[in-house]
């Protein structure tokens, strides 16, 4: 569980025995800067290291990086400045961390390339484009994937609105990406259409 907003430090929660008690398994990060949002981004736990990785933003507040000892520790993941999503800013901010069992997906929201879901090496954390849910779109800061989203197993399902800001016509819609095999394969199975304020869709509970 994730509390967050605005640019006051939040802490994370997080239940071990399927919601019966909870426990504060890290404090939030001090800004850098009081002026940019802080918050946290996404939590995700991968059973195959029983490490939980977090994500948080944004810009010069950006964090990432994981705990094996649920949140005991935890250890810095910073990008590698020769990665293609290093845009000079120490940290990802992804605001999805998908995890299967021999795979890891983010869902960068800023950088210079269409939004989607990069795949990323758990040891250097390099990331690499596995996925683009719209090319045509140049920046992934007005798409970027939201949760919560649909997991069973390899089969998962991803929400990724669009902005009405956008520069390309009216894009009063929410793109879902899907794969049913662990992600080695991602495909946009769906697009449908909303009003509202940018970013006003959700994400998928099921």
Do not use: C
């Amino acid at each position: 569980a994730i509390w967050n907003s605005g640019t006051t430090v939040k802490p994370v929660w997080a239940s071990f025995d399927g919601g019966a008690t909870w426990a504060k398994i890290k404090d939030g990060t001090t800004a850098v800067d009081g002026g940019v949002n802080n918050h946290w981004h996404a939590v995700a736990y991968h059973p195959r290291w029983s490490r939980i990785w977090l994500s948080g933003g944004d810009g010069v507040n950006s964090w990432f990086g994981y705990s094996d000892n649920k949140g005991v520790t935890w250890q810095d993941m910073p990008t590698p400045v020769d990665s293609p999503v290093y845009d000079g800013s120490a940290y990802q901010q992804p605001t999805a961390i998908v995890t299967f069992e021999d795979r890891i997906f983010l869902g960068p929201d800023r950088g210079a390339f269409a939004p989607g879901l990069w795949e990323m090496d758990p040891i250097s954390g390099r990331t690499a484009p596995r996925f683009a849910v719209d090319a045509t779109v140049t920046t992934p800061d007005k798409q970027y994937p939201v949760a919560p989203f649909a997991q069973s197993g390899n089969e998962a399902y991803i929400a990724f609105p669009a902005s009405t800001s956008m520069p390309i016509g009216t894009r009063n819609h929410t793109d879902i990406a899907a794969t049913g095999d662990g992600g080695r394969s991602w495909h946009k199975v769906a697009t449908i259409a909303w009003s509202g304020a940018d970013l006003s869709s959700g994400g998928i509970v099921g």
